[in-house]
């Protein structure tokens, strides 16, 4: 079990947090303006990255607020949460293990 | 006493002896013996019976790597065990065991011919033989070969014991209390960290238990260590824990130890729970499991009698056992040398030591010397004798390439040591990376992936100085501030030697008739390998699922690097090429009850009730569970079943009315000068234009244009809208309301709040539902005018506030109660007093479900399926036309959602007026079809009408609104059943009752 820092909370256990899929895709201002195959890039399309991952999480289980995480899917580890409305941090991937938060 | 007891030493108290019992028969033993040190101590080293040949098996090990003395403990009685190692099942006064997978007695066992037959069981037998005819895989060979080939029977009765779960913190974690573990944790706890040290055994000290020579800070290193461990459990901020297994290791350095407390005693403490899972989170963690002894494969290696030699120095040093009369060893190792010289001291006779060395030197083998053992080098092993008990074995010479015979020699028991095998299974379980160590011929730790280090054995340094150094280093390197450590250990010990071998011993060239086992639990030689890599598998891991090697419950503790050896020969590619299969935790079995811990019974999973669940029960209610409410499903009356019960409650709110509790409803409150806007953009409705005191059925759609959920919307203010949802969906459609408001519209001006618990719901439905609440509701104007159908209204109710609307789930006159939680149950009480002078009838989920579906009323999740839009549920109607946006419009404009031959919903009636389908039955077009058929659709809902007197049924058919009146065709087991396709809607379609 992950330890999550939640950005309103601090460190919390993982079964207190769910997962929200993959960060700052942002759903489009006119949804009827766009062809199916944008919409579909929109709806369905995401990576699978090995690696740093920039995804969303929601404290369910405590305040409610979703954060956006970068988490390196090589090692379950996060590197970092942040909250929705801030930019996604330049972090690279850890050369040495990190100890738990 | 035994004559195969050593007179003194040893960790067994020679003042307790006890008595115990295996397979009906009593041995005496002394405290402090295994089961396995136990039995050896009475001459006993048959204790099971192989798995696939049902070979006579003995004991093998002394320790967790055991693959052949598997037993059951206490059969039949409360703690019933299958399956325990009797290497790990320490002994207490009047212990029973018996051993398992053998019939009709462990003496004579009838599957025994399976060895005689087995050039016709090779590896992927069963693949390859039991595949026809399809249908007796299950009926006849499963069940045959489960009976012949399974472990130990799971207790037929409920476990009564209570096991316990905690978490636990700390800085540094040692895992493993040998020198090198006793080594790191002192060097932490120095350096005032706080240390949590566990062992998998009952006592500390490892390797050092049965270490008779070595010295350390100049004194023997048993009362080295014996003195370390005090000084750490004297330490407030050191945890000890003993029989405490590390099992699996899991991200962010969080380890789960199962600590065993209560099956050492013969009395167990009823305070204390028999086991304790424990979840640690450690800053730092160190390993220092140590290595398991490699068994040498030779043919015949797996008699009674033969076993690894370093377990045959802990049974005599540790437990004062000696494991034969006459050994010969057979080794490839320096170790096995101290082994030799320890036995010989002792008394025993050692008839030769082969070593597969061509030329064995150094300090012990001059020691063997001296001591008269004749040592036999460039040996090899040809064969061995003896039916239940090894007799004796045929030693072969290697010389030039070629291999002769050199020597048969009768013995009691032979102990061989292929070298040493580092326990990295924790740390591959931590996703660390292993890298090939040829010198050592083995794998060792290299990149971590957590915070944790490895030391001793279990990285290659086995030698004991080394090993103190080693977990010295890695206890202050692991601790929070390594500046402030200062311990150092001097030791002055004795080395035991590397080198090893791995794969089979050298055979002539004729096929050696015995055969040479490399997994002993899974019964795999090396034909089975060579076989596997002529048969052309490459990779590793499918080696190990064709041949099973590896796989059993031993996980390849003493068997997976001779396997991977034999296969690397056999492809004839390196051993690092060929790479190791993954370890998975546990790395011993941990029982259910550890891992359930409290969950169990009525703590298994909460239970929410309504505030009438009790007046439910009291009337005799039949409950369902729905999610995790408890919910009434019928009343029956004396003699009724379900369908009497639910055809005379239906009839009651047809014909006069009917009392439900509705309350698992989920309700959302939206709230703010926002909420419509976001209604709007949510909702497939539009809600601009809903009046205050006016409700909707609400659809909500994911982004994908499929319904999600729906619900009676009503609008309680201006900017208030109490959204109902369904009983399970409440909690995600709250989840995705929060998803678009924090994150998509951050800048709208809402507030959500789950109010499904505030609020208890009471329906009354039918004809005389206005006539029964009349009298008892204040402040609300309830003629059809002023109160209409899918208004709401506030006033109150029996002293409680009322928000009530008129809504009907069943096609009637009906009113739902919405009354504060805390009042429910009296209000309940009250209305349903008044109901009785107009035939007032309460009913269960199963009524309104039959009521709803007479009236083609679609359950969500019941009539859909997630592949399902509005449009293909007959709700098109429910669609705000003139918005330009909502949660899933995009999607529904894709051709494909609006194609004419999508799956839509139909009613179905069966022609013969009487079957009841089967809900999820598939739906034909033709009649007579044979499998494959094609299929055009299925049941989504189906029942008996009462009001109807004949069955309706609710589906999904393709194109199904342009079928209406065709006959259908439902395949069935029974024979095919026709049925019409009509409205969904069956009962009163103008809707005249419901607007009374």
Known sequence: ?101 | MSVLRTPGGGRVDRERSLQFNFDGKAYAALQGDTLASGLLANGVHLVGRSFKYHRPRGILSAGAEEPNALVTVNPGAPRDTPNVLATQVELYPGLRAISQHRWPSLQYDVGRVNDALSAFFPAGFYYKTFKWPQRAWKSVYEPAIRRAAGLGRAPATADPDRYAQRYAHCDTLVVGAGPAGIAAALAAADAGARVMLCDEQSEMGGSLLAETMARIDGVPALDWALRALATLAGNPRVTLLTRTTAFGYFPHNLLGLNQRLGDHRADPDPGQPRQRLWMVRARQVVLATGAIERPLVFPGNDRPGILLAGAARTYLNRYGVKVGVRVVVVTATDAAYQTALDLHAAGVAVAAIADVRAQPVGVLPDAVSRAGIEIMPAATVLGTRGDRRVSEISLGRVQGGMVRPAARLACDAVLMSGGYTPSVHLFSQSRGKLVWNESLLAFVPGLSAECERSAGACRGVGDLTAALEDGAAAGLAAAPDPVRGSWRPLPEAGTTGGCGWLGALPQPQTTATDKAFVDWQHDVTTRDLALAAREGFRSIEHVKRYTTTGMATDQGKTSNLNALSIVASGLGVPISQVGLTTFRMPYTPVPFGSFAGTSRGALFDPVRRTPMHHWAQARGAVFENVGLWKRARYFPRAGEDMHAAVARECRAVRSACGIFDATTLGKIEVVGADAVEFMNRLYVNSWTNLAVGRSRYGILLREDGFVYDDGVVARTAADRFHVTTTTGGAPRVLAMMEDYRQTEWPQLKVWLTSTTEQWAVIAVQGPNARRVIAPLVEGIDLGASALPHMAVARGRICGAPLLLFRVSFTGELGYEINVPADFGATVWEAVHAAGQAHGMTVYGTETMHVLRAEKGYIIVGQDTDGTVTPDDAGLSWAIGKSKADFVGKRSLERASMRAPTRKQLVGLRSRDGRTVLDEGAQIAALPGQQPPMQLIGHVTSSYYSAALDHPIALALVAGGRTRLGQTLYVPMPRGEIEVEVTPPVFYDPKGERLNA
């Open chain 1, 1 to 101: 079990m992950l330890i999550i820092v939640c950005p309103f909370c601090g460190k919390r256990p993982e079964i207190e947090f769910t997962y929200g899929g993959q960060a700052h895709i942002t759903r489009p201002e006119r949804p009827s303006e766009l062809d199916d195959q944008a919409w579909a890039e929109f709806l369905y399309m995401r990576s699978n990255t090995k690696g740093i991952h920039a995804e969303r999480w929601r404290h369910a289980r405590g305040c409610g607020r979703f954060f956006n995480a970068l988490r390196d899917t090589t090692t379950d580890h996060f590197v970092a949460t942040y909250r929705i409305d801030e930019p996604q941090p330049q972090i690279e991937q850890p050369a040495e293990p990190v100890p738990p938060p």
